[in-house]
Every structure is written in structure tokens, then in C-alpha cells.
């Protein structure tokens, strides 16, 4: 634990603010599941406290949404203790199955799923006449590779119509490892070895996960775009048509609250048809319980979190949208009784 982390911990005045925020505090309920108390876990465990169960629990079950760190109003940054503590603990080789499952499976297959098919097999025949050097690269995720192959293509073959290439041999972005302790830094060379050969200046990516890693955690100030961010700049000539939709938005904690992409994928939607909030949206808004490592570790508990997400969307909309496959891949565990869009399945409606 650095000074910054002492100084989070000492700035907590308990004032209560991020308990009744905090979505993992709202369905289990224990002190130790909010970002207070997480704190002062992590303080007991940089003091030498014994690491049981319970200690990971509360430490393991937080998304790294960021909402507590949005509100606080001493200006505390939990989720920077968080994470460093979880990963203070895993250098003592100190973590859950789920962490260390997360981390060999990134490390030994380049992806945290487990999977040993061809990664850039959903390129499919977009793979043709695909250019070596380009401005703007394309990042597909390992979500988007191996989970939603048919959206990936059909994504890249909007950007490829703009210049855009892709990585010949993507890795795993090192989001799941950042997020649960371990170090990623293997894969981020070999990312950014490859980013480096296509001389692109900008990447472009649909995951909000992968956005905030290749933003916020690679060296070299890389310029990082999320998809939405890319084509709203562009849906002139994109030849939209208006349908005859009402959706709502769900904010990918990572795209929105933690790095202010809030205007793009609205932009997006009110473009093409209407859009009606869900009752916490933009800074506000509550995470899809996915993030962090909690979907591999705390599953039921992820699932309770959706479900407490999807109570607020808006009685009379068609779609519930959002822009990242992790969160639409919770959110459609939580079964809303509604469709789960990415938001490139909203644009390619009015695009027919
Ligand atoms: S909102 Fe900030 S000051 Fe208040 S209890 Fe939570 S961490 Fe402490
Ligand atoms: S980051 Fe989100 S899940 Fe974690 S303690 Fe803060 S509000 Fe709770």
C-alpha cells in the first residue's frame, strides 16, 4: 500500500455517502461489502491481518465501478486501495481460484475464456485485402472475438470502410488482470508490439473494459477511441434512416463514469430512433455487476446485481442498449424481458 492509498484510507470520514451507493453493499448488505469498509480491510491487511476467506470476500467483491469514488466527498479513491491491495495480495500469492484461473488462462491461451480456437477467426472473409499499416487499428476484445464473433465482423466491416485494420495476432488486453491483482505485463508488450507495426495513431474499441486498459494502463499515452465515439463522427455518411424505436442506455461503468464517454453512444442512438434514461444514467449510473472480476468470482452475486440494474429500465422501450460485451452479456443473465443490443446492432437497423 503506497502513500496515495494511506491517504484514501485517512480522507474516509465515514460519512456513509458510497454505502448507500454502492451496488455490491446493496444486495449482500455487510459493512465489508462497501467501499468504506473495503477500505479498512484493506488497512487491517496492510498491517498484517490474516487473509481468510472473508478478506477476500470483501475485498474481490468490489466491480471497480467507481460510482463511490464519483460521490465521495472527501475525495477518497477506494477503487485505486482496492486494486492495490488485491494486487499487493497476489504478489504474496495470496488469491482465489477465480483470480488465478483469470490470470493463467490470459497469460497461457491470450485470453481469460479458456479458449484455444483462432482468435481472429471472426474475421472471416472481412480478413481480405486487409491493410498492414492504417492510422486507426481496431482492438476486437476477447469478449467481442470469441463471444459475439458475428457483431465483431459486422463492427469492423463499418471501420474497415474508413481505413480502419486490425491486429494480426490480438492478445487479451490485461483488463481482467489489472482489475484482479495480477500483472498483464506480457500481454501489453505484445499488444502494443503490434499496435506499434500497423503505424496506427488512434485504436478504436467496443469494450469498455478494454478501452479503460489500453487508456488508462498502457504505457505511452496511447489515443485510444470507443467505437461510438469513432462513428459518431461520422454518421453522415453512414446514410442512417429514422426507426420507429424507443430505447434506453445502460452506461458501461468504464466508458462513462470512469473516463466521460456519456455524449457519443447517445449521439448515436438519438440519431437513429428515441432514447428514454434509465433512472441512475451518466456519472449516476449503476453498474451491471460484471466488472472487476465479480461475474468469474461472485456469479450469483453478479446476477443480483443485474437484476437490480434492469429494475430501472423505462416501462415502454423496445431495446435496452448498451456499448460494452460485458455488460450485455450480465445484463442478459439478469433476463429483462426486453432484447440486450450493442449498440452496432441499433445502428446497422437503420443503416439497412
Ligand atoms: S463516501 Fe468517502 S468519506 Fe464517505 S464513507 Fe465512503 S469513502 Fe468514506
Ligand atoms: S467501486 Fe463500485 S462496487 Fe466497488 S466499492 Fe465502489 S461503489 Fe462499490
Not at 465483431?152 to 490485461?174: D, N, P
Not at 429514422?242 to 470512469?258: I, M
Not at 441512475?280 to 472487476?292: F, Q
Not at 443480483?304 to 440494474?309: P, T, V
Amino acid at each position: 500500500m503506497d502513500n496515495s492509498d494511506m491517504r484514501s484510507i485517512l480522507k474516509c470520514v465515514r460519512c456513509g455517502t458510497c454505502r448507500s451507493i454502492c451496488p455490491v453493499f446493496d444486495v449482500v448488505g455487510w459493512e465489508s461489502s462497501s467501499s468504506r469498509g473495503r477500505m479498512l480491510v484493506a488497512h487491517g491487511v496492510s498491517q498484517g491481518m490474516d487473509v481468510d476467506q472473508g478478506v477476500f470476500d470483501s475485498l474481490n467483491t468490489c466491480t471497480t465501478c467507481g460510482l463511490c469514488e464519483q460521490m465521495c466527498p472527501s475525495g477518497a479513491s477506494p477503487v485505486k486501495v482496492i486494486e492495490n491491495v488485491r494486487h499487493q495480495l497476489v504478489l504474496q500469492g495470496k488469491m482465489t481460484e477465480a483470480q488465478r484461473s483469470l490470470r493463467s488462462e490470459a497469460i497461457e491461451k491470450g485470453n481469460p475464456l479458456g479458449e484455444i480456437k483462432d482468435r481472429m477467426a471472426w474475421l472471416g472473409d472481412s480478413g481480405r485485402d486487409l491493410a498492414k499499416k492504417a492510422d486507426y487499428v481496431f482492438f476486437a476484445g476477447c469478449l467481442g472475438s470469441y463471444r459475439y464473433p458475428e457483431l465483431t465482423k459486422r463492427t469492423f466491416e463499418i471501420l474497415k470502410s474508413f481505413g480502419v485494420t486490425v491486429l494480426e495476432e490480438e492478445v487479451c488486453c490485461g483488463s481482467p488482470l489489472l482489475r484482479t491483482g495480477s500483472d498483464p505485463s506480457e500481454l501489453i508488450s505484445n499488444n502494443l508490439q503490434q499496435i506499434k507495426n500497423t503505424g496506427a495513431h488512434t485504436i478504436i474499441t467496443g469494450c469498455a473494459g478494454c478501452y479503460t486498459a489500453l487508456k488508462n494502463d498502457y504505457p505511452g499515452n496511447l489515443d485510444v477511441v470507443h467505437v461510438t465515439e469513432f462513428l459518431a463522427d461520422r454518421l453522415a455518411e453512414l446514410g442512417l434512416k429514422k426507426l420507429d424505436l424507443k430505447v434506453t442506455y445502460h452506461d458501461p461503468c468504464h466508458l462513462g463514469r470512469c473516463n466521460g464517454v456519456f455524449d457519443a453512444p447517445r449521439q448515436i442512438i438519438m440519431s437513429v430512433c428515441d432514447l428514454e434514461e434509465m433512472r441512475n444514467n451518466r456519472e449516476r449510473s449503476k453498474c451491471c455487476g460484471a466488472g472487476g472480476g465479480v461475474l468469474k468470482g461472485y456469479p450469483e452475486l453478479s446476477l443480483d446485481i443485474s437484476k437490480k440494474r434492469l429494475e430501472e429500465i423505462p416501462k415502454d422501450v423496445d431495446y435496452l442498449v448498451t456499448a460494452c460485451p460485458l455488460c450485455r452479456t450480465n445484463l442478459k443473465r439478469g433476463d429483462p424481458g426486453i432484447e440486450v443490443l450493442d449498440i452496432i446492432d441499433l445502428l446497422e437497423m437503420a443503416m439497412k
